[in-house]
């Protein structure tokens, strides 16, 4: 079982921009897929940003799409997501979840380790 630790939250304003990162323990972490989503107070968790193992195909909610990039280095088992634009209606806990397959999945079930999750507020 994979261990995954993110970092970067925080508070920032409306328009600024933010970069996540997600540690992962994890020899193999070359043959899957990763993700983010994310869970504001109240609602359910949802996909935000995913990648497929190569970090050549990506997958991104509409929400998000054009201001959002997530990228990974396996050689430093890292996955990476950068936030521009930021708006009100992003803020929630952010989470990186490792994939049970090499492709890009939308779906929970599709992810079989996380990580405990990083706060960003985005006040407007």
């Known amino acids: 079982q994979a261990q995954l630790a993110e970092s970067g939250g925080g508070l920032v304003q409306a328009g600024d921009s933010l970069r996540l990162s997600c540690v992962v323990s994890e020899r193999t972490l070359s043959n899957y897929a990763m993700a983010w989503f994310r869970q504001a107070p109240g609602k359910e968790r949802e996909f935000v940003a995913g990648i497929d193992w190569s970090g050549h195909k990506t997958d991104y909610a509409a929400s998000v799409k054009d201001r959002f990039t997530v990228s990974r280095d396996n050689a430093k088992n890292m996955l990476y997501l950068q936030m521009n634009s930021l708006k009100a209606e992003d803020s929630a806990v952010y989470f990186c979840?490792?994939?049970?397959?090499?492709?890009?999945?939308?779906?929970?079930?599709?992810?079989?380790?996380w990580g405990q999750g990083t706060p960003v507020t985005v006040s407007s």
């Open positions: 979840a490792r994939g049970s397959v090499g492709t890009t999945r939308r779906g929970l079930q599709w992810y079989n380790d």
